[in-house]
């Protein structure tokens, strides 16, 4: 499966922002993670495949919405009052599973990553 990653962009601090994520065929629990500059890459959000369950992120809880669409095999992260902490080069990725997991090593399949970049 591969999975292709857009909608990054430059957004003003509590500015919106709405990331894709296209897979190249069946997937099942999908997550988004990110990476700022001289930082390791963080778990965001993550979803079920039924897209019956989330899990968020402290950080982004409340500002930030993950949705899939399994008639397309795509994946989605709404955001809203970005910040410039925000500020990372976001990935999706999926793993071979259908409960969602907020851990890195047990996603299987990840995307090119899409810059997001909030300014004060």
């Known amino acids: 499966v591969q999975l292709q990653a857009s909608g990054g962009g430059l957004v003003q601090a509590g500015g919106s922002l709405r990331l894709s994520c296209a897979a190249s065929?069946?997937?099942?629990?999908m997550g988004w993670f990110r990476q700022a500059p001289g930082k390791e890459r963080e778990f965001v959000a993550a979803i079920s495949w039924s897209g019956g369950s989330t899990y968020y992120a402290d950080s982004v809880k409340g500002r930030f919405t993950i949705l899939r669409d399994n008639t397309k095999n795509t994946a989605a992260l709404q955001m809203y009052s970005l910040k410039p902490e925000d500020t990372a080069v976001y990935y999706c990725?999926?793993?071979?599973?259908?409960?969602?997991?907020?851990?890195?090593?047990?996603?299987?399949?990840w995307g090119q990553g899409t810059q997001v970049t909030v300014s004060s």
């Open positions: 065929g069946r997937t099942f629990s």
């Open positions: 990725a999926a793993a071979r599973r259908t409960g969602l997991t907020p851990h890195e090593r047990e996603y299987d399949y």
